[in-house]
């Protein structure tokens, strides 16, 4: 199926075009460099009325996958046949720039293309009939880009997506595994997360529009790119009631949600605990629940890492549940497929081993490529395992006698943060630890400190999972 695929896309873009071009090279005509905006806009134009089909569609433009969605949105809302447009400009500039005189061939084929548009949208009657009371032109795009991005793509998503599947390639090799259980309806989906290009991994194996949410602290960062893309902020230390309603209006409009259980990246591989909030939230659904487990990309960029690692990451795809079934999907995506395997490198581990396992001195863990080692002691670790790590982590000892402290950058001003078992400082504010509502760790650098406000923190010498742990520590004590 797939070879026939790139057979039609060599034969139709590249021998016919050039091979007409070749057989007039004994008529020689100067060519027009201008064709070029031609070449580029008619593969772009039919690239992103491609990636429509394929988001929207549910199909491609080949009836070897055929669309099980009439789609309306996008190119689709200015023309019934955008893919058309785009193919005429293109051979168009391949005409004014290699040969002029072959002209004539071209308006040859667009009378062949006006044909078959005609025919085309017979068979688009039958098979979507609704598309009968949306009036369009048949090729030119001259009504107005529509998209609901509740259900529908936005521009700026379809764009990515293009770009992320030639990416996405040069960084890993995905493997997928049982597209064949993905719902012909809406549905929620729900994935592990251990790394930032989960939701890439997630959206390359549907090839569907799914809305993910964003912490509102980072949406703020970059809110004209989220809301582009379709993605909305939620706030993760408190309800979020704008949020929710987000959720759900997407769900019961027959859209497709992402949600990460665990809320953040995990920093070892084990699953954070899901809040109630989340379950709740899924029970509502009015939709299948859709499992789907990353594998490997936590060996490869693990949310202590400095940089990320080439390498090959596992998608798979379970059965649906009823939401009333969640925990058979919880136990799909957080099964454990790695904790024997060994890391691809370990240069910023000391974020996660904020306290040498030997000699419990903080700070003096340093991480390598191969391994990592204790400046204090001398001890030496080479390649240990996942499980391994796990365990050296789960060795730290904490004490309540303990005082923190630490320069810090707190809502972007650099002040001092301080914690022991009853209270925390944050520069000038002080709080007892029973009134704090939330303690995150958002990144890999930061703490998310919520009261009745916000404080994003950065520690500057001292890893903010030391922080989290002592805090929970101290609250437990």
């Not at 925990?327 to 240069?347: P, Q, R």
């Not at 390598?368 to 030496?380: R, T």
């Amino acid at each position: 199926m797939y070879l026939r695929i790139f057979l039609k896309i060599v034969l139709y873009w590249i021998l016919i075009p050039f091979g007409i071009v070749g057989i007039f090279t004994l008529w020689p005509s100067n060519g027009l460099w201008w064709g070029i905006f031609f070449i580029i806009f008619g593969i772009f134009w039919t690239g992103i009325s491609s990636a429509y089909l394929i988001l929207d569609g549910h199909g491609s433009p080949f009836k070897e996958i055929a669309t099980k969605r009439f789609v309306k949105s996008g190119p689709y809302s200015m023309s019934r046949h955008p893919i058309y447009f785009g193919y005429l400009l293109y051979t168009l500039g391949v005409a004014l720039m290699f040969n002029i005189h072959i002209l004539w061939v071209w308006l040859a084929g667009l009378a062949i293309i006006l044909i078959l548009a005609v025919l085309e949208n017979r068979s688009l009657f039958e098979k979507f009939p609704q598309a009968k009371e949306i009036h369009l032109p048949l090729i030119l795009p001259l009504k107005r880009w529509k998209v609901d991005p509740v259900v529908e793509p936005p521009f700026l998503y379809t764009f990515m997506f293009l770009i992320g599947k030639f990416i996405v390639p040069f960084f890993y090799d995905v493997k997928m595994e049982g597209k064949e259980k993905i719902p012909d309806g809406p549905y929620v989906v729900i994935a592990n997360h251990s790394s930032y290009p989960d939701p890439l991994f997630v959206i390359d194996i549907l090839n569907s529009y799914v809305r993910f949410p964003i912490t509102s602290a980072h949406y703020k960062r970059f809110s004209w790119f989220y809301e582009l893309v379709g993605i909305f902020p939620i706030k993760r230390y408190t309800v979020d009631a704008h949020a929710i309603m987000k959720f759900t209006k997407t769900m019961r409009s027959g859209g497709i949600i992402g949600i990460f259980p665990e809320g953040e990246r995990n920093w070892d591989g084990r699953p954070l605990e899901v809040q109630e909030g989340v379950i709740k939230l899924i029970k509502t659904s009015p939709n299948p629940i859709l499992p789907v487990r990353i594998e490997n990309i936590h060996l490869l960029w693990p949310r202590w890492a400095k940089k990320l690692s080439k390498g090959v990451v596992k998608v798979k795809i379970g059965d649906p549940v009823s939401p009333q079934d969640y925990s058979k999907a919880f136990d799909f995506i957080f099964l454990d497929t790695f904790k024997s395997k060994t890391y691809a490198n370990y240069s910023g581990i000391e974020r996660y081993l904020w306290q040498c396992p030997k000699c419990k001195t903080t700070g003096s863990i340093k991480g390598y490529k191969k391994g990592f080692e204790c400046k204090n002691c001398g001890s030496k670790w080479i390649k240990p395992s996942v499980e391994e790590v796990r365990k050296l982590h789960d060795s730290i000892s904490l004490s309540g006698k303990t005082i923190l402290k630490d320069d810090a950058i707190i809502n972007e001003k650099r002040s001092k943060l301080i914690m022991d078992k009853n209270k925390i400082e944050i520069g000038d504010v002080a709080f007892n630890l029973s009134d704090v509502q939330s303690f995150l760790t958002e990144s890999s650098k930061h703490i998310y400190i919520f009261t009745n406000q916000l404080f994003i923190v950065k520690p500057l010498k001292t890893s903010p999972l030391m922080w989290k742990e002592y805090f929970d520590f101290f609250k437990i004590k």
